[in-house]
């Protein structure tokens, strides 16, 4: 396989760090953007064991819009390019505090959404221009119909999944590949305060990992993770309203 040029944006994250274990395998390049210094160096020595030709870090808060375009520029000068992307940052809040208080809704929906919309123009501009790369977008399942339980975050994803629509068809003229990435349940450190994250809905971060790994070698545009989120979900936005709005969901 030839050698492979990897941004992770959110590099902290278990899926982020499943995903670029199985990149340093293959002995890719690949530079990563978290917030933790600490954290980004521990990751990055783990990476160099396993394989990866070169690991770069930068701790930054990916809300900083204003640091996006150097974030990407040094990315881009450390590797001598960009092929892949993969966003990957964000928060699950707390439903009832974003309904309780309008700034912990936009501080929500500024991280999983805002962010990375700035994120992705940055980087579709610099690919499109070179007609070539991946931007990977991690979303969520979420997104798909707003449910009481987590509206907000389901917001945020929701927008996302539309703008990356907008901007896989704008950018399949210019080589570019977008995927968008809808996980279901994973047990992860931004689910750890749910309850039974042992039932059969409930995936690892290396399941993940595999498959965003699989889908972007794919070309594939849009992925659910594990693959019977695509069935699960179907099925839910097949309810019509009038019911939909009765459940407790």
Not at 39 to 59: E, K, M, N, P, Y
Not at 228 to 234: E, G, N, P, T
Request: aromatic residues 6%; hydrophobic residues 50%.
């Amino acid at each position: 396989m030839a050698m492979t040029n990897i941004l992770i944006l959110g590099a902290g994250s278990a899926i982020a760090r499943a995903t670029a274990q199985r990149y340093a395998a293959q002995g890719a390049r690949l530079f990563l953007v978290a917030r933790d210094p600490q954290r980004l160096d521990t990751i990055a020595a783990d990476l160099r064991v396993r394989g990866a030709t070169q690991v770069d870090v930068l701790a930054a808060d990916l809300t900083e819009h204003e640091r996006h375009p150097a974030i990407v520029a040094a990315a881009d000068d450390a590797m001598n390019g960009i092929d892949t992307v993969l966003i990957a940052h964000g928060v699950l809040p707390d439903q009832e505090a974003c309904e309780a208080d309008a700034r912990a809704a936009l501080a929500a929906i500024d991280i999983n959404f805002v962010s990375v919309v700035s994120l992705c123009t940055e980087l579709a501009n610099l690919m499109a221009e070179r007609q070539a790369g991946t931007i990977a977008v991690i979303s969520s399942v979420a997104g798909d119909r707003g449910r009481q339980s987590n509206y907000i975050y389901g917001a945020a994803k929701g927008g996302l999944n539309t703008f990356l629509q907008g901007l896989r068809n704008r950018l399949q003229h210019a080589g570019v590949h977008v995927l968008t990435i809808k996980p279901g349940f994973v047990a992860t450190p931004m689910t750890e305060h749910l309850p039974d994250r042992s039932g059969s809905l409930w995936a690892q971060p290396d399941d993940i990992a595999e498959g965003i790994v699989r889908a972007i070698e794919k070309g594939r545009d849009e992925v659910y993770l594990p693959w019977f989120w695509a069935v699960i979900l179907m099925i839910i936005k097949l309810l019509p309203e009038a019911l939909f709005k009765r459940l407790k969901l």
